[in-house]
C-alpha cells in the first residue's frame, strides 16, 4: 500500500487539511474574497463536512464546508485531487441538495431561495483551455448575454492554469498555494493574505492535538477499506451459493481487489502502484 502522506506534507488540496484550515473563517472569507473578486463576510461559522445527506435513492453526499454570508448566500467549497470524469453532473447534484434544503415544506414563494455558489479547486484542467477560473450560470443560447438569473453560479478552479486572462495575479497566487502549500510559495506571493494563512497552516501542521486526529481519520479510514473489502468478499461468496461455491471464490476475490484498488485511488497511489496491490491490469483500475 502507499505510504501516509505525514500532517506536516499535506497541501490544502488535502481534504483534512483543507478542512482544518476552513474552520477558521478568517481563512475560508479571504479564500472566498481572491475567488470572487469581492467583499465576503460571513454571517456564521464555516461548518465543514457537515451537510451529509441521504438522498431518496440512498446514496450519502457529503459537501467539503458549506458557508453562509451577511446576504444569506451559500457557498459550498470543494477540494478535488482526482479526475472522476463525473464533476459537472456532481456540482448540479450539490446545487440540488442544498436547493432542497432551503424553503419549508410547503413554501412556494421561490424567490425566497438564496444565492448558491458551488466552488472546486483542482490540480487540472477540466477543460483543456488553460484558464485558471471556469465561471458557469445558466444562460439562453438565442439571445448572447441574456442570463436567467436563477441565483446558481458554479465555479471550476483549475491551479494548474496557463491563460491569465480575466484573473487576478492574487488567485492565480492562491490556487498555486493551494496545490504546494509552502513558505515559499506564500512569500513568492507577495500577497498579505497568502502570507497569513500560511502563518495559520503551519500552527496547524504542528499541532499535536489535530496530528492525533489526523491519525485517527487514517485509521478509520483504513477500517473502512477492511469492511468493504470484507463485505465484497461476502457478495462474493453469497453469489458462489447460488451459482457454484468455487466460481463465488473467484467472484469475491475479484470484488476484493476492485474494491482495494478503488479506495488506493482514493489514497493517491498511481494506477501502477495499484496493479502490483491488486493484480488487476491498468485498464481495470482506470474504469473503476
Known sequence: MGKKKE???????????????????????????????????????????????????GRQVRLD???MDENEAIYDTEVQK??????????RLYNGLIDSKLLESGVLEYN???????????????????????????????????????????????TRGTNSAGVSEELIALLRYMEDTSKEVAEHSSSDRILKMQEKIEKIRSSEEIGVKYMNA????????????????????????EHGLQEGRRAGR???????????????MSPEEISKVTKLSLEE???L
Open 254 to 268: 475479484e470484488e476484493e481487489r476492485k474494491t482495494m484498488a478503488a479506495e488506493l485511488k482514493k489514497l493517491g
Open 65 to 67: 464546508v458549506w458557508a
Open 112 to 158: 425566497r431561495l438564496n444565492d448558491v455558489y458551488i466552488i472546486m479547486i483542482m490540480p487540472f484542467d477540466l477543460f483543456g483551455l488553460g484558464l485558471y477560473r471556469y465561471t458557469f450560470r445558466m444562460a439562453c443560447r438565442e439571445v448572447p448575454g441574456l442570463e436567467l438569473e436563477d441565483g446558481a453560479t458554479r465555479i471550476l478552479l483549475n
Open 7 to 57: 500532517l506536516k506534507d499535506l497541501n490544502l488540496l488535502d481534504r483534512f487539511l483543507f478542512a482544518e484550515a476552513v474552520e477558521d473563517p478568517e481563512i475560508l472569507q479571504d479564500i472566498l474574497e481572491i475567488i470572487l473578486g469581492r467583499d465576503v463576510v460571513l454571517k456564521h461559522l464555516p461548518q465543514t463536512e457537515k451537510e451529509e445527506r441521504k438522498t431518496v435513492w
Open 285 to 287: 483500475i482506470e474504469a
Open 218 to 241: 487514517y485509521e478509520e479510514r483504513m477500517l473502512e477499506l477492511q469492511e468493504a473489502r470484507e463485505e465484497g468478499l461476502q457478495e462474493g461468496l453469497q453469489e458462489g451459493r
Open 82 to 91: 482526482k479526475n472522476t470524469h463525473n464533476l459537472p453532473k456532481r456540482t
